[in-house]
């Protein structure tokens, strides 16, 4: 193959590449990206669904993370947790979204990580279309090198005055439980919170529920004997 040849093959391949990753971006495990730009329904139909389940959660971080200790809030506000089943492909997106801040508290969110995306292919952007609520989306997107934990960030820090507009993450499976992963939001000097959400991957029993399963297996097996 000749030099011109070469570089037809390389062009090809890096389009191709770029057409898989469509509109949205497709975040390995190990990857960052600062592309985070935003999208609308009219860009990727694939966007379009049905909502199979809504939750909001009203949470509040404290100071030195002394929920209970008699410490001031910093922040307080709503995460929305919303999946969406694609009409396209069948589906789900996992939609997050920052609201109903208390506009008294000074604190600003830095960044949100959510996890239980181990083992599948997983992309993400945030809506900004006209229609849609909020006025601030993350700006960056990165994955741990498992690709468990997915982590948003919002360089303009998200203060208490406005609300984020939804951003999310796609996923290759039809198939979400309820309580599975775990949000935690961040403020700007480090203090957080932690929210039970819907995941991707159902949740590992505690070693307690697990005894307790084997042991009601084990009377089971002796009822039968």
């Given at each position: 193959m000749n030099l011109?040849?070469?570089?037809?093959?390389?062009?090809?391949?890096?389009?191709?590449?770029?057409?898989?990753?469509?509109?949205?971006?497709?975040?390995?495990?190990?990857?960052?990206?600062?592309?985070?730009?935003?999208?609308?329904?009219?860009?990727?139909?694939?966007?379009?669904?049905?909502?199979?389940?809504?939750?909001?959660?009203?949470?509040?971080?404290?100071a030195n993370q002394g929920e209970g200790r008699g410490l001031p809030a910093l922040y307080e506000g709503?995460?929305?947790?919303?999946?969406?089943?694609?009409?396209?492909?069948?589906?789900?997106?996992?939609?997050?979204?920052?609201?109903?801040a208390n506009s008294e508290l000074a604190g600003m969110i830095s960044r949100i990580e959510v996890d239980g995306f181990e083992g599948f292919q997983t992309?993400?952007?945030y809506r900004n279309e006209l229609s849609s609520p909020g006025v601030q989306g993350p700006s960056d997107a990165s994955r741990s090198e498992n690709?468990?934990?997915?982590?948003?960030?919002?360089?303009?820090?998200?203060?208490?005055?406005?609300?984020?507009?939804?951003?999310?993450?796609?996923?290759?499976?039809?198939?979400?439980?309820?309580?599975?992963?775990?949000?935690?939001?961040?403020?700007?000097?480090g203090e957080s919170v932690t929210l039970s959400v819907a995941g991707a991957t159902p949740s590992v029993p505690a070693p307690g529920a697990l005894a307790l399963l084997s042991a009601g297996g084990l009377m089971t097996m002796r009822r039968r004997r």
């Open positions: 011109s040849q070469t570089l037809g093959a390389a062009i090809i391949m890096a389009c191709g590449s770029a057409a898989l990753a469509g509109p949205v971006v497709d975040l390995a495990p190990g990857e960052i990206t600062g592309e985070l730009s935003g999208i609308t329904n009219s860009t990727m139909g694939e966007l379009i669904g049905s909502v199979q389940s809504d939750v909001y959660q009203d949470f509040a971080i404290y709503t995460l929305l947790t919303r999946v969406v089943r694609s009409n396209q492909t069948g589906n789900l997106h996992f939609n997050y979204r920052i609201l109903n992309r993400v952007e690709g468990n934990i997915l982590n948003f960030e919002f360089d303009e820090l998200l203060d208490s005055s406005a609300d984020s507009r939804y951003f999310f993450a796609m996923v290759d499976t039809d198939t979400f439980y309820e309580n599975a992963a775990n949000a935690t939001i961040f403020l700007q000097n």
